[in-house]
């Protein structure tokens, strides 16, 4: 029996659900990157780095090409890019929402004094 989309999204979301592999995701955008440059990066081991970039590669989202002894990480299409971009915007609105919110109980608790 086929996994149900909803059920496809959940893990989708959850397999990007970590700081370390948004994070590469975020400096793939800009192009690709060799490993050592993501280990610069990213404030983590090499190894905790490895293992998420694996989880990345199994999904599919990033693809990875041997140039040499190094190791070349690349986002696998510009879908990604788009998701990383849509959450910015949602995150900003979320934000200045919350934003908002702050400043009206201040000026409550102010007009309360």
Do not use: C, W
């Not at 890019?81 to 908002?100: F, K, P, S, V, Y």
């Amino acid at each position: 029996m086929p996994v149900p989309l909803y059920q496809a999204k959940a893990e989708f979301f959850r397999m990007l659900g970590h700081p370390v592999r948004i994070r590469v995701l975020e400096l793939l955008q800009n192009g690709p990157m060799p490993v050592r440059d993501l280990l610069a990066e990213i404030d983590v081991e090499a190894p905790a780095l490895s293992q998420q970039l694996a989880v990345l590669r199994r999904s599919g989202i990033v693809t990875a090409n041997r140039e040499g002894s190094t190791v070349v990480y690349t986002l696998a299409g510009g879908d990604v890019r788009d998701l990383m971009q849509a959450a910015r915007r949602i995150l900003t609105e979320m934000l200045a929402g919350q934003n908002e919110l702050l400043t009206e109980l201040r000026e409550t608790e102010a007009a309360e004094r």
